[in-house]
């Protein structure tokens, strides 16, 4: 893993600096189920460039969250695993999920 240079000094904002991001939020929330072709995730972030995809799976990969492994033949086959680093933002994802189903429901209940 390539450490980043002058990460802050907030763990919280060293967190919002690797995730801060909508879509690799998404990305973690695919992979944790599992390893994943460029489609495959492509095809479930709706609305995602092919451009800002790349982006952030190459970036992802440097900052050690994922790994790419790409296949010798024709057509190219790239797939994309989470690293044990990467695996470790379950607790982050599922903290997420909780709190916006409890939101959802919340809304519910208030506009019902």
Same mark, same amino acid.
């Given at each position: 893993?390539?450490?980043?240079? *002058? ?16 879509? #690799? +939020? ?15 995730? #492509? #095809? ?25 492994? +790409? ?29 916006? #189903? *409890?939101?959802?429901?919340?809304? *519910?209940?208030?506009? *019902?």
């Amino acid at each position: 893993m390539q450490a980043i240079e *002058n990460l802050p000094p907030c763990p919280v904002e060293t967190t919002l600096l690797l995730m801060g991001d909508k879509w #690799k +939020v998404l990305i973690v929330r695919d992979l944790l189920s599992g390893t994943k072709r460029f489609g495959e995730l #492509k #095809k479930s972030l709706n609305g995602i460039s092919q451009k800002v995809l790349t982006s952030h799976l190459r970036t992802m990969e440097k900052n050690g969250l994922i790994t790419r492994k +790409v296949y010798a033949q024709v057509p190219p086959k790239v797939e994309y695993t989470l690293t044990e680093v990467g695996e470790s933002l379950k607790q982050v994802h599922d903290a997420m999920l909780d709190w916006g #189903k *409890n939101y959802q429901y919340q809304c *519910n209940t208030t506009i *019902n």
